[in-house]
């Protein structure tokens, strides 16, 4: 039988690794990033040596390298170059994915995937997602639950600041940030990208932010702070990491063995104060723009 | 590796913790008695982050096709060499700033309780936490008196179990979603003189629209105040006349201040000067800043902290955080300098609170950076402690015990590692009913539930689940964290996992 994964991140690297010793013997991975040196405090099956490579292929070959049985076949790509036919294959899919566009999408595959006259047609979607201590898991079973179009607001989303407080009235350090990257950039660079990982241009981002701090009398940037404005970096270790992608493959080895209930269908785990965890069901929304009347 | 680009490497976690709980986790010690596959996959999530050192405690063995099948950490490479060696070899390659070092036990020289026995107070002081799968007697009594945290964790089938065993939490890092206190309810003379200056009716319609909502919730109520009797609002309806007031003054449909300050006016009134948590630390002085052996510095902090309060009508330390807050960036700033002045001033006074008391205590007295001082003040609301008797058999058993699923399975699990020390050996389903005769010792139970849990454990001849021990790694990693670096608030102190209905729960075993 084979399932597959998205996402070779952080809950990606786990993923494989559960499913590879859970005895799952054939498992396909999909990637379109390549391993930075800021991954390797929690993607543990890539090195320093492998920065630069895709992490599809580095976590295939690593895994394969350990666990003799299993055969696992990267993809280093996004997940819309591959059609229906491709995704028709596997028996469940398990994300790790890191942004909310890319699981919009596979939901939507999943949900259209589905005929109503054939079971096999309705592929499981296992959804993991963690931001510091807090994590959340989802089962989603295609047509017959929640989709993940329809809990899409529970998100929180990415903060924005109104451009007439950015270009007028800055109170925080963030303010200037985005002054930097939002007007100052694109003045100094018509045309050209921002590209983070160039040290050139964070250094400009840095210093039009500072400037721009230090005319308004605002303290607090610091380069740490610009770049986690600037790439929207969501704080990430591998504790929460192991938690959530177990939680995931758990439920994943439930519904292929059918040996347990499988979560209904909506766990949510914070650590920042002692242990808590939140299991519930998402109900179906019947105007949903995916699932609505399927 | 540079300092640079260690930075880059540990940016996602510095987030976190910063710098202070990274250099904590760097010189952290940690010990591993005879790891499992629950307890590698919680090395792993702590070499990655750069915990200094680790140590392994095991027996001599060969790996065999049983390993293999439950840890990740031992490849099908390596059948045949020593497990040990292996298992150490491959988690610290994760992170090359981590040194380990390992304590081969030769089964036919004694067992590791033999090992653990013989070593003296200066072997255990090394390390910072001691990780084990099993509930050993004597280990926890060394270590308690010791004051060395020692953590409890296993997974069996689809069920896993955590005990933390540390005597006090004392923690003032505990990161709570906001530090923010206004003090609207009892402003200062330069607040007072900030808002006096402003009179709200006389601006024009762009100044009126550039006032922060501080300003005008703070004059909503002087005004409700001079209208009843100087009393506050303190029914729902009340409170809606409140906000009908702010309301009221609005020059026009969109002023985005006034509507910040109708949207957060509830939390002007739930405003309490020192919060149970803090009070209830305050009535624990006497017990631990004049017990010389029980003084950390987060007590002598504590009795600083309670002399100050003492000589400012009750007021914590103010933490001079703002939220943002739509309005000019002169008046935002303003304001804010205000706010950090009198934060400023509050740390001032402490200071000189806790250098009179350090020299009250002398030479005993430990050193107290600038920086942990200003920390503590900040987060002053938000202190945590509490303490635990650590009974290896828990006092209060019977009141925790409410024959719910989940109370089931946490005595099964002391029922299980009864049978395993008495017996050497793990039971099997044809030692079900001695497991229930055990199970009487502990509590009177429902035992056809019981039964059925014991059944499930049993089940799993003591294997590991790969996923459950994953997920237990996670969660035991996640609270070595919190315990070394001292920030967040761990586990206090007990919590099953069930894999099968997908949820935990906690109590405080004591």
Known sequence: MSRRVLGAGGLGCEILKNLACSGFKDIHVIDMDTIDLSNLNRQFLFRHSDIGRSKAEVAAEFVMKRVKSVKITPYFGKLQDKDEEYYKQFTLVISGLDS????????????????PDNFETVKPLIDGGTEGFRGQAKVIFPTFSACYECSLDTLSGQTTYPLCTIANNPRLPEHCIEFASQIEWPKAHPGEKIDTDVPEHVTFLYEASLKRAEEFN????????????????????????AIIAASCCNEAFKIVSSSNPTLDNFMMYSGTDSVFTYSFAYERKPDCQVCGGL | MTQVNKEEKYDRQLRLWANSGQSSLESAKILIIQPTSTTSELLKNLILPGIGHFTIIDYDSKINDVDLSNN?????????????DVLASNLQELNHDVSYSIQKIDPSQGSIEDFINAQNDLYWSQFDLVISNYQLESLITKLNDLKIPIMII????????LRIFKSTFEIYETHPQSLIDLRILSTWDELQNYSDSIDLHSLDIEQHSQIPYLIIQLKAVENWRLNHDNQLPTTSQEKKQFKELIRSWKKDHYQLNFDEAIDNSHKIFNNVKIPSNVKDIFSHID????????????????????????????????????PDMDSTTENYIKLQNIYLKKAQEDLAKLKDILIKLRLKLGKESLPISDEILKNFAKNSKFLYFSQNSNKLIPLNFNKIFDESHNSLILLSF????????DTKKFPTLQNIDELIKISHDFVTSDDDSLHLILHELVRSEGQELNNIASLMGGIGSQEAIKIITKQYIPLDNTLIYDGINSVTERWKLD
């Open chain 2, 154 to 161: 296993n997974s069996i089938g689809f069920y896993g179990f």
């Open chain 1, 218 to 241: 605002i303290t607090g940037i610091t380069r740490s702070l610009v770049l986690g404005v600037v790439k929207n970096i969501i704080p990430a270790i591998a504790s929460t990491n």
């Open chain 1, 100 to 115: 909310i566009e890319a699981r919009r999408w596979i939901n939507a595959k999943l949900v259209h995937l589905v005929d």
């Open chain 2, 287 to 322: 017990e631990y800043y004049n017990d010389f052996n029980k003084r950390s510095v987060f007590w002598i902090l504590v009795k600083a902290l309670k002399e100050f309060v003492d000589l400012n009508d009750g007021f914590l330390p103010l933490s001079g955080e703002l």
């Open chain 2, 414 to 421: 002391f029922i299980i590692e009864r049978f395993q020390k």
């Open chain 2, 72 to 84: 990740f950490y031992l490849g099908d490479d390596d059948l045949g060499k020593s497990k040990i």
